[in-house]
DNA sequence: ACCGTTCCTTAACCTACCTTAAGGTTTTTT
DNA sequence: AAAAAACCTTAAGGTAGGTTAAGGAACGGT
């Protein structure tokens, strides 16, 4: 059973839909269950799917040549996750996705979505809007990497994600500032000193 | 004298353009010939227009508290360039853009391109792809960031750019991957050795 | 209720990268 | 053609952040 209704919601934030577009995207949609650690995408697959958070967390990462697992984003309720290189390029991907609680995805196919497109160009407009946003998030992420220090980096994720801040495990946060979980233990010491 | 030719030609590589879509782009579009070292953009205005390279070389970067600048983006001929972010949300800008050589640009301002979005679908379409492809090189940069050493940056940076090497000074190279000049100058040596 | 992971912290030592300073070369401007 | 910027390099000393190792606390699965 499908709540598409805080999908939908969560689109005519930025364009309404007609009938017709509601329910061409309703078809198209397919739910799916994920358990904790489970894989969503596995490095290696081509990405086919673009997933909607329904409820619970996501977080797409890439493990370099020592095993390290360094994490791109992280994906709660009404955020979007998706390796978009590969689903575009149909290349195997780079990235992992898995879940770090049990979690509940709404997912359209890569050909799905071309069809939404052609026929609705709502679809064009709202993915480009969604597009926009996360560019600009990746470069505010990008500035922060190469011109703050990791406490600098650490108190601005803070301030940009709070709610994350007791949810998700200290080890990926540290992950994703791209520090070691050994020395942002050191940083918060620092900042409570 | 406006050369929307290649313009056009950039667009159509992603979606076919009618009579009436290329007029209407035709005619928001205007020209403008920057000088060496002029700014395109400056830190504090809000961005207004949507700019394509036709020649020439730009950056966008941002001063922080001491002065440094950190370069955020290169674009050359065929290339786009604006703060996406500011142009959204009319808030003044905290980056600047200024031209590496003499440059002329295409440039379309907010309001025209949300003309043309709404009377030609196209467009979203072509603007939706360009930012999936940015938001793509984006993340490839974070990952980078955040999973590899300077050195690595740089020969991901000459293979990415091969063409930029010996156009850019090193100066502006070392700011775009997050290292100082002099330390870049020492990874080139060790790289000769 | 238990056992096994995962998670967080501390500390000693190590390294990638920064800072400052200086001198030489190339490019731009006049 | 000269003067002024911008550019690149070298080197010494400093600091942010990594590595390794180890112990304890909290959690998740059965």
């Given at each position: 059973m499908k709540d598409i209704a805080s999908l939908i919601q969560h689109i005519e934030k930025i364009i309404p839909l007609d009938d017709e577009a509601r329910q061409a995207l309703a078809i198209k949609v397919t739910s799916k269950k994920i358990r904790r650690r489970q894989y969503l995408l596995q490095d290696g697959d081509i990405c086919r799917h673009y997933n909607f958070v329904l409820n619970g967390c996501?977080?797409?990462?890439?493990?370099?040549?020592?095993?390290?697992?360094?994490?791109?984003?992280?994906?709660?309720?009404?955020?979007?996750?998706?390796?978009?290189?590969?689903?575009?390029?149909?290349?195997?991907?780079?990235?992992?996705?898995?879940?770090l609680e049990p979690?509940?995805?709404?997912?359209?196919?890569?050909?799905?979505?071309?069809?939404?497109?052609?026929?609705?160009?709502?679809?064009?407009?709202?993915?480009?809007?969604?597009?926009?946003?996360?560019?600009?998030?990746?470069?505010q992420r990008v500035m922060q990497n190469i011109s703050s220090t990791a406490e600098t980096r650490y108190l601005l994720f803070l301030e940009k994600y709070p709610h994350l801040f007791n949810r998700i495990p200290l080890v990926q946060i540290a992950s994703f500032i791209g520090v070691t979980p050994e020395f942002l233990s050191k940083i918060r010491r620092n900042l409570m000193a």
């Open positions: 996501l977080r797409m990462y890439l493990v370099d040549e020592k095993g390290t697992e360094h994490v791109l984003q992280f994906a709660i309720e009404g955020g979007w996750i998706a390796d978009i290189g590969s689903l575009h390029t149909d290349q195997p991907s780079h990235f992992c996705i898995d879940a979690t509940e995805v709404l997912r359209i196919a890569k050909e799905d979505l071309i069809d939404l497109y052609v026929k609705h160009p709502a679809f064009d407009r709202y993915f480009r809007v969604l597009t926009e946003n996360a560019f600009v998030g990746m470069q």
